[in-house]
């Protein structure tokens, strides 16, 4: 499988988990007796917010944190909205927190304690400790190598526990018990952002990474046995501890973590069908909610004189609790698709059409690349199209921070461009430079392609000395002194001026498997090399050598030189659908593409849309139109129903002709369209995705072809995704 996907099953369990909590503030049980609802409560409740770390783990924090060779990135999206999330939290509890008297005799002191640690209402904390838990781990992973961080965490939590279910057997120890006193000066609780988060945000993590064989009843019965032993094993603790009063509190067991892993391991083999997105929102809502919601049934209850129904009886009073917190849930997630997450969007710079890049999927096609190519051979990533449309300094700065240190461009106009940027490392023109650029290449250190030897008495008439890297022709026929001429050759190197630090030919044919292609890639390598043998016999001593772009990595990796000059594979596609078919290679694709939304229309029957009216409505239909055009790259050739967007995970059709600046789409299947919401060209969209192939099949052309031209209007972020 190439992509992970929700995971309905998941999806159910975050909703079960909420309520969950809510039942941990409402003790449905307490009618039942102590026992009864300590059991819930204090034990099987117990794990709905570890659940809730595991999930944002597995999703957050990428497959990359396992990998050892990958540096670890922070997620700054996700925990800037969790904090937009906590932020909104904390507005909407603060009367009440006020009625409560929380926030009395606020010293700096218990300020930072309630935001950092204990959350400004009860339920709070949660929030907080997601973004401590996330940053604390990716500050680790930076220090440490994996195994080191999961080691930590779980030390962490074993100091947790004993400022938690295990505090009877430190509490006389005047040393150590004098350590937590004063760690709960900071904090209330060790159930916080360092102590409990990080080992079930790292745990999640590793289910990322690790494959879970799906539906196989050995499998689920497996781990649904794991599961009922560990948490039996919890519950055992549980009392134990409950009977001999060892607990200061009771969030964290020895068995907890165990029992997690089994559950969730149970979850994820069960493998139900991904749930609307609307239900996927709710659990978060049912959260934060809940507080509300009980405060809303006591007043209501007292109100109506239903106080015995509704207070008295413990588990009418959670039902009550848990139907107005669903009603509202889903009252919330509806309003908030439409109006908060779009005050969110806003708040990006992305208004128009913008372009998202995946840094993981970078990283991943580096290592991927790398790992088909000897040691001796280094990626030379091809910037050029300013990085073939994501953006080349963005690109550029990345890959120098992996380690990449040579690249190639189009023409100087490009390498200066990256020069000032601060891009470190050999820059190669490809293409020609006039004579009236040579400057340039001075003074940017660029790296001139020579394309032929009157172009290198050119080059050395410029007087000052110049980098430079000599193309050989060996059949392509576009630049390059041809392999025959091995006099001429053999004068550009001993030209004075020129400092030939590299020798490249470029394969036409090695993107087919056709033999006659493959004899031709042969023959042009053979020459090649044949050229260099001859070379060095007359006394030159090789510089850097290569042959190899994309293709000729995936389908001819034993002819690696010392670069390799990658373009559209290092960002993630092939240059058709069929090549992506035919391949085993797991290239990731970096760029999506998306628009906003900007009107919401309705058609009646007849009318038309657009220039020249080509489209004209036969039923009532509800179209949009999107801030993008064929200015920004997407082509022409998609107009009139060939191509499609996906908003909300709907697919919607393009209608009548698209316009330079906009287009215009069908969204009478997709009725929750609003005016603000995003529109994908390229990506993914709820369980739906339009890959950069279909835009190319549709428009008659290669991928390549359609990265390129992507506009420079576009909104490009100095961030990924
Ligand atoms: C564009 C270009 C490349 C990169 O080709 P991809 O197929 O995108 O990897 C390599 N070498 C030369 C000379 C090029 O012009």
């Given at each position: ?122 339920h709070l904390w949660y929030f907080p400790a997601l973004i401590l838990g996330i940053l604390l781990l990716c500050f680790l992973r930076r220090f440490c190598s994996p195994k080191v961080c999961t080691l930590l965490s ?568």
């Amino acid at each position: 499988m190439k992509t992970h996907k929700n995971n309905g099953t998941l999806d159910l369990f975050r909703v079960i988990a909420a309520l969950l909590v809510a039942a941990i503030h409402t003790s449905p049980f307490e009618s039942f007796g102590p026992e009864a609802d300590f059991f819930l409560t204090r034990i099987l409740a117990r794990t709905a917010v570890p659940f809730f770390f595991m999930v944002t783990g597995q999703f957050v924090l990428s497959d990359s944190f396992f990998d050892p060779m990958k540096s670890i990135f922070v997620p700054r999206k996700y925990l800037r909205k969790i904090l937009c999330l906590y932020g909104t939290a904390i507005l909407l509890y603060l009367p009440l927190g006020i009625y409560a008297g929380h926030y009395r005799n606020l010293s700096p002191l218990s300020l930072s304690r309630l935001l950092l640690f204990d959350g400004t209402f009860y339920h709070l904390w949660y929030f907080p400790a997601l973004i401590l838990g996330i940053l604390l781990l990716c500050f680790l992973r930076r220090f440490c190598s994996p195994k080191v961080c999961t080691l930590l965490s779980f030390m962490l939590y074993l100091a947790g526990l004993l400022g938690d279910s295990y505090w009877g057997f430190i509490s006389n120890l005047p040393l150590l018990s004098a350590v937590y006193e004063g760690g709960f000066h900071l904090f209330s609780y060790t159930r916080n952002g360092i102590f409990f988060a990080p080992l079930f945000l790292l745990m999640g993590a590793c289910f990322s990474a690790s494959a879970v064989s799906f539906n196989k009843y050995a499998c689920i019965a497996g781990n649904l046995l794991g599961f009922l032993l560990s948490f039996s094993l919890m519950t055992i603790e549980g009392f134990t501890l409950r009977h001999f009063e060892v607990q200061r509190h009771d969030s964290m067991y020895l068995a907890l973590p165990l029992c997690m892993f089994f559950l969730y391991r149970l979850l994820l083999s069960i493998n139900l069908r991904e749930l609307p997105v609307i239900l996927r929102r709710i659990s978060t809502w049912i959260y934060l909610l809940h507080p509300a919601m009980i405060v809303i049934v006591r007043i209501t209850a007292k109100r109506l004189g239903l106080e015995s129904l509704f207070l008295q009886n413990s588990l009418l009073h959670y039902l009550a609790v848990c139907v107005l917190s669903c009603i509202g849930a889903l009252l919330s997630a509806k309003i908030s698709s439409s109006v908060t997450f779009r005050l969110l969007a806003d708040t990006s710079s992305n208004h128009r059409a913008w372009i998202e890049l995946d840094r993981d999927a970078l990283h991943h096609n580096v290592a991927l690349l790398c790992s088909l190519l000897p040691e001796s051979c280094t990626l030379m990533p091809v910037l050029k199209a300013d990085a073939y449309g994501h953006g080349a300094v963005f690109i550029g700065k990345e890959l120098n921070r992996m380690g990449i240190h040579a690249f190639c461009v189009a023409c100087a106009a490009e390498g200066v461009k990256l020069r000032k940027a601060g891009i470190k490392g050999e820059i190669l023109i490809l293409g020609y430079t006039p004579p009236s650029q040579f400057p340039l290449l001075h003074r940017y250190r660029l790296t001139q392609t020579v394309i032929d030897y009157a172009y290198a008495l050119q080059l050395k008439q410029y007087g000052k000395k110049l980098h430079v890297h000599i193309g050989i022709d060996t059949g392509m026929h576009r630049l390059g002194e041809s392999y025959e001429h091995l006099d001429r050759l053999y004068r550009i190197f001993s030209m004075k001026n020129l400092i030939v630090d590299g020798v490249f030919t470029h394969l036409c044919t090695d993107d087919t498997d056709n033999p006659k292609d493959r004899d031709f890639t042969y023959k042009q390598a053979a020459s090649f090399f044949d050229t260099l043998e001859k070379l060095k016999k007359r006394g030159i001593s090789c510089p850097k050598v290569h042959l190899q772009s994309s293709y000729g990595v995936l389908n001819y990796p034993e002819l690696a030189g010392d670069y390799a000059r990658v373009g559209i594979a290092l960002y993630g596609v092939f240059s058709t659908k069929q090549d992506y078919e035919a391949s085993v290679t797991d290239l990731r694709p970096v760029l999506s593409l998306k628009a906003r939304v900007t009107i919401v229309k309705n058609l009646s029957p007849g009318d038309a849309v657009g220039y020249g009216l080509t489209f004209t409505a036969h039923h009532p239909m509800r179209i949009a139109t999107l801030s993008i055009g064929y200015a920004d790259g997407l082509p022409r050739a998609l107009s009139c129903q060939v191509g499609s967007v996906l908003i909300k995970g709907h697919k919607c059709p393009i209608l009548g002709r698209i316009c330079m600046d906009q287009t215009t789409v069908d969204i009478t299947e997709a009725p929750e369209v609003f005016p603000g919401d995003t529109a994908v060209l390229i990506g993914t969209s709820g369980s739906n995705t339009i890959s950069v192939y279909e835009l190319a099949e549709q428009a008659g052309t290669i991928t390549n072809e359609i990265l390129s031209r992507l506009g420079s209007r576009l909104e490009r972020n100095r961030e990924f995704y």
